[in-house]
């Protein structure tokens, strides 16, 4: 299904946050997600579904100072 993940499209097989993670090489970072403009817990993510057309953004922590 086609999302939007940090404002590009993509093409995803995965039906629920948690694997789409993993599909997008986010699985083993530390991220914080964002569905459709609302914080998704990192608890919360296997049981969150996807449909076409969402917008997902996947955040980092930066370092510096």
Known sequence: MKIEVNGAPRDVTATHLGTAL???????????????????????????????????EVLTAMQGG
């Open 22 to 56: 993993i599909e997008l090489g986010w699985a083993e970072g530390r991220v914080a997600t964002a569905l459709n403009g609302s914080f998704v817990p990192q608890a919360a993510r296997d049981d969150t579904p996807l449909s076409p057309g969402d917008r997902l």
